[in-house]
């Protein structure tokens, strides 16, 4: 089992930056690939950006592309979602997101662990 806490979240202006992090707990954290994903009110959940178990290999949403980092420690247990130049449509609860597997995801059924999300808002 792996344990997810996100935390970071919070409302801020549209241009403005917050960074996610989320500690993981339980089983080895440096064997998962990790996932942060996000759901606004009435659409599906979608991934946001995905890093492998070392960080090697990552991939972004083409739109966050240029504005989110996906980063990690593996020594803290931790993940990290860097949110720069934030519009109101990145408004959402956002996720994280573990998976048994060293190797990135991109659909929510391929992950296993998930964290209770936390609360982003964009004013504009």
């Known amino acids: 089992q792996v344990q997810l806490v996100e935390s970071g979240g919070g409302l801020v202006q549209a241009g403005g930056s917050l960074r996610l992090s989320c500690a993981a707990s339980?089983?080895?954290?440096?064997?998962?690939?990790m996932g942060w994903f996000r759901q606004a009110p009435g659409k599906e959940r979608d991934i946001v950006a995905a890093?492998?178990?070392?960080?090697?290999?990552?991939y972004s949403a083409d739109s966050v592309k240029g504005r989110f980092t996906i980063s990690r420690d593996n020594a803290k247990n931790t993940v990290y979602l860097q949110m720069n130049s934030l519009k109101p449509e990145d408004t959402a609860v956002y996720y994280c997101?573990?998976?048994?597997?060293?190797?990135?995801?991109?659909?929510?059924?391929?992950?296993?662990?998930w964290g209770q999300g936390t609360q982003v808002t964009v004013s504009s």
């Open positions: 890093i492998n178990w070392n960080g090697g290999g990552k």
């Open positions: 339980g089983r080895t954290f440096s064997n998962n690939a």
């Open positions: 997101a573990a998976r048994k597997y060293t190797i990135v995801a991109l659909a929510s059924e391929a992950y296993d662990y």
